[in-house]
């Protein structure tokens, strides 16, 4: 039977295929491995790079702020109190005990205080951020405050400040000013709204100032336009303190003083406490 196979297949002139080679799988699996490796080669080079639309502003304040890299808050801590403030001026819980008119009511709207802050000193108080510090520096005031058009007021021999009434024309003015030095200690936070740089703050603590002089005026028109100044301390208080509180947003700021001390001297003059309010007109 065995012979017969072989003529069969020696008359019909078939080519046996050859045995398989147990090392096929393996040929295969490196063919496969080596396809897919340059197909993700591929991919990654055609990838396409999408923009980000975004202000690279919030972008960068979105970093570490631990690490080395760049860092919006590096910056110095910067306050805000250097400038020119026009504030309005009257007085709380007035006392006219042992007076006869209320002679020291003022015309808020025309009695007026500005402030010229020339120097600030800022102290940060924050090693990764610039939004919390501490501000300083030094200012002059001027304060008037605009008395009833009749009243002026005089010292006595005794250091007691008493009304003096005058009639010299129909249209008469009268006013006391206050020249002082004014030297503020406070604490300031700042909040970033929207941007880095638009930042809302609070800031509150203690102001100092120091009077330098004082003088009443009284004009009036007789003829001509006049005008009588009297130079004094009209027993004003030379060294005062007092609560200051300043809030503001961009072009908007505004800022109140409450005097712990009062207006004039222990038992030489009404009991008055001063306090002014305002805007703060330009920025340094």
Known sequence: MHHILIRINESMNIIMPPKISRNWPGFI??????????????????DTIVPIRKNAEEILKKINLNSDGFNF?????????AGIDLG?????NPDYTGYESNFMKSDILRSNSFYLNLIQQSIGLQRNRNNFGLVTGLGIQLQYYRLDNNTTIEKTTDDV???KEFDYSENQKSKLFLYSLTLPVLAEIQIPINNYRNRLYFSSGMVFSYR???????????????????????SLQNFKYGIMFRTGYRWINLFAIYELTPFFEEDKGPELTPFTFGVTLLRF
């Open 212 to 234: 330098v002089a004082s003088y009443t005026t009284i004009k009036y028109r007789a003829e001509q336009k006049q005008k009588l100044k009297v130079t004094d301390n009209f």
């Open 161 to 163: 400040i008493v009304p």
């Open 88 to 92: 309005f001026n009257t007085f709380l």
């Open 73 to 81: 808050w590096k910056d110095d801590f910067s306050g805000h109190w």
């Open 29 to 46: 699996v490196l063919i496969f491995t080596f396809l897919l490796f340059n197909t993700m080669s591929f991919a990654q080079e055609t």
